[in-house]
C-alpha cells in the first residue's frame, strides 16, 4: 500500500498584540526602525499578514539574513548597495 506522507503544519494562531507592540515601539513614532527575526514573525502572526500591517502603514520591508527590518517612514526608499 502507498502512503502519500502531508508535510507537518503547525496550528497557528495570529497574535495581533504582537504586531500592536511593535508598531506602537518609540522608533516607529519616530519615523525610524524596527527589526524582527522572520521565525518569530512567523510564529506569531504570519508572513502574510506582517506584510499587510507594514503595507498599510505605508512603510517598507526588507528581508535579509533572516531579519525583517521595517522602515518606518512612508517616504521614497532608494537603495544605494
Known sequence: MNTI???????FKPNPT???AIF????????GIVRR???DVE?????????AE???????LVECGGQFIVICN?????VIC
Do not use: D
Open 54 to 60: 507594514v503595507q498599510q502603514r505605508g512603510y517598507h
Open 5 to 11: 506522507s502531508q508535510p507537518f503544519v503547525a496550528s
Open 18 to 20: 504582537w504586531a500592536e
Open 37 to 39: 527575526a522572520v521565525r
Open 43 to 51: 510564529r506569531e502572526m504570519g508572513r502574510a499578514a506582517f506584510v
Open 24 to 31: 506602537s515601539a518609540k522608533a516607529v513614532k519616530r519615523g
Open 74 to 78: 512612508p517616504g521614497q526608499m532608494k
